[in-house]
């Protein structure tokens, strides 16, 4: 039998499990392969005991509309940075790549799938620099992994939050006042922009065009006196101010600066009030709802024939690369060009256009 290795890394994202079926169901058509999954992704290989699943046909009855990963995830360390507590209560990690490599090949692993984010990639990249035969697959609610157009995810959490602002909508227009909702998205600004468009807001800032706060309060007292009495702000999590930073945490191998949730509403909604904005603001940080539940169809038919293309590239040999979706087809990509850029905003697209022609200001 020819064993292939499944795991899912990274923050959970709505489709991880209609992937794993489309490769399990794929791979029925090849009654030589077995389909085994890692849990947490390579921590299941990498801890003692180690913990890999079956994954046949019971496994994944029905996954393929609920939320998040029947094989579990982390975003904590990979097998180049395996996290190790210290007896003093600190942390530093050690690389443990090559026990990963001994531990696949004593398992009689002949080929991985890993779905992840761009640091999941990352590590498929290196893996399979050192020899192992490894494909990757998309994954992030942020739409911010370059190589393909969409990743299953996004779609939804824009679902999620467009319904989310529908609903904000008649409380704030009761209330008459101001509402911020802030979004994920990371460096980039695709869940705002599309939730902002689909729902109608005044304002939307994204990282990729830095705001001015007086341009906002322009906007907002604007609405204000066309009798409106009430106005949305739809704000990803990485929006700064022209000359400011994001709420900085850490950075990154892409070189950007990681964000922490939480941060832009409440200081969005203090810079609008020392700019002298006397409208009633209220804040709504939306946080891990937005990648909660089910994946909708869009999503659920993205990532099954992700997960059938990925089973596909592994009979093909095509290892080192990545699936992706390019201009309503399924293609694949080498890794290394998907972790190669970040896909921000095109500030120049036609859908950054249609906001503006909708009147949405960008506080620029
Ligand atoms: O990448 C997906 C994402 O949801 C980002 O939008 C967000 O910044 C981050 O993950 C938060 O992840 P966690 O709370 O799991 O660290």
């Known amino acids: 039998k020819k064993k292939l290795l499944v795991l899912t890394g990274g923050g959970d994202c709505p489709g991880l499990n209609a992937v794993l079926r489309g490769i399990v169901k794929r ?12 849990i947490e992704a390579y921590n299941g290989v990498l801890s003692d005991p180690q913990e890999i699943v079956r994954l046949d046909n019971k496994a994944i009855a029905g996954i393929h509309v609920k939320g998040g990963t029947i094989i579990k995830t982390t975003n904590k360390g990979g097998p180049f940075t395996w996290p190790v507590k210290h007896e003093d209560g600190t942390w530093s990690s050690i690389d443990r790549s090559d026990d990963l490599l ?17 640091g999941s990639q990352r590590i498929s990249q290196k893996l399979y620099e050192r020899g192992l035969d490894i494909v990757g697959v998309p ?10 157009d969409f990743t299953f995810g996004f779609q939804t959490a824009v679902q999620i939050a467009s319904d989310c602002l529908d609903k904000l909508v008649t409380t704030a227009e009761s209330h008459h006042r101001v509402m911020i909702m802030e979004v994920m998205g990371r460096a980039a600004g695709w869940i705002a922009l599309h939730t902002a468009i689909s729902g109608g807001a005044e304002v939307c800032l994204i990282p990729e065009i830095p705001y001015d706060v007086e341009k906002i309060k322009q906007r907002i007292d604007q609405r204000y006196h066309n009798g409106k009495g009430f106005a949305h702000i739809v704000m990803a999590e990485g929006a700064k101010s022209i000359g400011g930073d994001v709420v900085a945490s850490k950075s990154n191998e892409v070189g950007y600066k990681n964000v922490r949730l939480g941060g832009c509403a409440y200081r969005l909604s203090q810079e609008l009030k020392d700019a002298g904005c006397e409208a ?11 990648r909660g539940g089910g994946p909708i169809a869009f999503d659920r038919v993205l990532a099954l024939q992700f997960g059938v293309k990925a089973f596909e590239m592994v009979l093909e040999r095509k290892f080192g690369r990545m699936v992706a979706y390019q201009h309503n087809d399924i293609v694949d990509v080498p890794l290394l060009e998907a972790i190669s850029t970040y896909n921000y905003v095109n500030t120049d697209s036609y859908l950054v256009k249609t906001a503006r022609g909708l009147g949405i200001s960008f506080g620029d």
């Open 102 to 118: 001994n531990r696949l090949d004593d398992l009689g692993i002949t080929a991985v799938i890993s779905i992840g984010g761009d």
């Open 280 to 290: 009633d603001i209220r804040e709504t940080v939306l946080g891990h709802i937005q």
């Open 139 to 148: 994954k992030t609610i942020d739409n911010d992994l370059s190589g393909t």
């Open 27 to 38: 791979s029925q058509q090849n009654p030589e392969w077995e389909v085994y999954g890692s």
